[in-house]
């Protein structure tokens, strides 16, 4: 690659500028406003708003009809579907879809963002109640309780790994793609990413730090929640069931 | 109109107000325009698909065999390939291009990467998952550590292992459409290129979805035959 | 009076000839019209020099209906000069392109004298001048300093436009920018994301017009029309070449305080390259930019947004109408 090409390298990840963007601030590369620095909150503020309400609409929406699915152990070929449509459908062709047929503006991208939410929270929730094993359910049934019982207190609490892998899957993919709501109408830290001729190549690459960095923080924040709701019992076992950072994000196959 | 605009040299035309223009969804545009259009690049985002697949198997596999007895690696590989995971593939493909510069390997390294933690944490869990007594039962039998590993851990670990490249291959299916950042063609680059025309985007996110079903279903035949005791349990 | 009836009617005889028939030069020349500011000149048909086989170049465009078309169009009046051309047409953002031309990936690309001021040559977009001469030959001093040759512009500018549709021209009795002064709290506009923190853009019409809009909606490029079309906004910053202005009927507001800088095409070649290639490089491209003008800019764009023709397809119709090539 030669001297040129190392300098490539090195004027590729100024790291330095980059941070010293997202800490401190300037002027903006065309002139005339400010940018980086606390300019940035808001646009965090925007892009945590628009995660948190996508992500609970879609665990208001997906979790009961899932669990109840799940439960009654019907309908798996619509989930295999479900699982394999909401991965493959790429999220600029949702956010385009979104745009032609829905519209701009919060609500909208909020309603693209929380069907782009749905598939793992609602796959990962159906299979976690389906896989536990029937004698369990069995047994359960046998002490007299009634089958919104066993859910509450027999599946549920052994399905909490996988479920929590659904929800942190789907926090990470709508940051992801809440980085291009602002071409929706939704000014996110993807401001940036997508006006480089006024950030430049610092902002460009100090906004994607950030939201890898916001990716990872919520990531290992929802592990820990995870590991305090875990039932004690289930704790004993593998890193995955006590839910380290990364590992419970499984997205589960449907045979 | 204008004198000029007749006398000028390129042709003005008359545009009807017709399904295109209006950028609807429009059948018989797509009938007609599908082989020219769309073709190439499916073949194109296929290839890359597969192509960054295999390349992540390979690596994560090649990880997760030396993780499964080193155990304390397993840690590490993990946040690591959580990173590469994490960064927002539009970002990474940004990054890559000043390196790796424009075309198919640009493309392949960013997927691969992405593919790496689904893989791995996969073959380490189904690994893991052996149960006891069956790895006690091949060493009584007089089977080598290396024996054990590769004629009773991996075949029993194969359903997770399978479970993990069908996850991944469905989510590269998704993730290659931004491949055209790198200028490695596929159906992204037909997304992008009239965002808004409906036809366009529902034909190209179709094809998509299209692929991913047909991939997973071949993954998932691929795992049926090659673990043919689990079939004999459920019966 | 029949005297003039009767020019009349040969003219419209005539005019009815020059639109059925091709616009090949010896055509033209019998029904040419009294109007001298005809855009074009008669073309003439690229010759192509063999001593030109040898040399290759590779023309490089961003990835955009425009830079499309005119990546394809000097791709392949170069062809046609006898050059072996190589095409990557694909780009990205122009800061990509620039690298692309210094590393030698491409030798040449279209490149608009305003962008590359602000994204090259950090030219605060307040102090691009205003007159599209001056900020070529400014544009063409810097490119100089990188080893860069710009060849002379293109007669037609892409810059930014407010636009609104003919309803709410009507509605407002607005026709310059600085009208909508009063009217500005009633009205959203639309543009992209980075148009808000643009001096060229949102900035400018806040500070150099004072108007307070109700609202900004940042959009994708791509949906700056679709905005108007649809209701979403009441006003949209378009470009000046868009096919989309004459097919929806859309207005454009004049731009009295002049805060929209010139955008015009220059084909920036790799010195070496240029001067590898010879002249006929240079002339061919000079050659075929004499029909760039902005109505027929927004021609080609809309038969690539509009009609859904490819880029190179369009690219080829041009050059035949036009007659630089058979």
Known sequence: MGPGGTGMILAAFDFGDAIDFIVNGRESVTGGVRIGGSELLPQLWRHLELTGAAVGIACAVALPLALWLGHLRKGQFAVASIANVGRAVPSLALIGFAVAYIGLGFPNALLALTLLAIPPIFVNAYVGIAQVEPDIVDAARGQGMTEPEIVRKVELPLAVPLVFGGVRTSVVNVIATATIAPLIGVVTLGDAIVSPQVYGDAGQLGAAICVAALAITAEVTLALIQMLVTPKGLKVSSPRRRGFPFMSMRRVEVS | MSWLTLFAQVQIHHRASDCESN?????????????????????????????????????????????????WLVGPVIGLTGVLYTIPSVAAFLLLVPITGFGLLTAVIALSSYTLLIIFRNVVAGLAAAPAEARDAALGMGLTDNQVLWRVEVPL??????????????????????????????????????????????????????????????????????????????A | MRNIAAALAALIAAAGLAACGSSSSSDTSSSKPTSSASSGSTGQVIQSNPANKKVTVTIGSKNFTEEFILGNIYAQALKAAGYNVKTQLNLGSEQIALKALKSGQIDAYPEYTGTALTSFFKVKTTSIPTDPAKAYDQAKADFAQQGLTALPPTPFTDSNAVAVTQATAKKLGIKNISDLKSKASTITLAGTPECRQRQD????????????????????????????????????IVFTTDGQIKANKEVLLNDDK?????????????????????????????????????????????????????????????????????
């Open chain 2, 157 to 234: 670990a194969l359903p997770e292992i399978f479970a993990g490249v069908r996850i991944a291959t469905t989510t590269t299916v998704g993730l290659a459409a931004l491949a055209f950042f790198a200028n490695a063609g596929g159906l992204g680059g037909l997304i992008f290129g009239d965002l808004v025309f409906k036809s366009n985007v529902v034909v190209a996110g179709g094809l998509c979805i299209v692929m991913a079903f047909v991939l997973d279903g071949l993954l998932l035949f691929a795992q049926r035959l090659s673990t043919p005791w689990v079939r004999a349990a459920r």
């Open chain 3, 258 to 326: 002049n805060i929209f800088p010139p955008y015009n095409i220059t084909m920036v070649v790799n010195d070496k390259v240029l001067q590898k290639a010879g002249p006929d490089f240079a002339k061919t491209i000079a050659l075929v930019q004499k029909g760039m003008t902005t109505p027929v800019l927004q021609e080609l764009n809309s038969r690539v947004d509009l009609d859904k023709q490819k880029p190179a397809a369009v690219a080829t119709e041009y050059l035949k109408e036009s007659g630089y090539t058979k």
């Open chain 2, 23 to 71: 950028n609807g969804f429009c059948p018989d545009w797509i009938i007609k325009n599908f082989g020219d259009r769309y073709v190439d690049p499916f073949f194109r985002h296929l290839e890359l698909v597969l192509i960054s697949v295999l390349v992540g198997f390979v690596i994560a596999f090649a990880l997760g065999i030396v993780a499964h007895r080193r155990r």
């Open chain 3, 201 to 236: 853009c949102l900035l400018g019409l806040q500070q150099v017009y004072g108007l307070k809009f109700k609202s900004f909606t940042p959009v994708d490029p791509s949906l700056r029309h679709e905005v108007l079309q649809k209701g979403q906004a009441d006003a949209s």
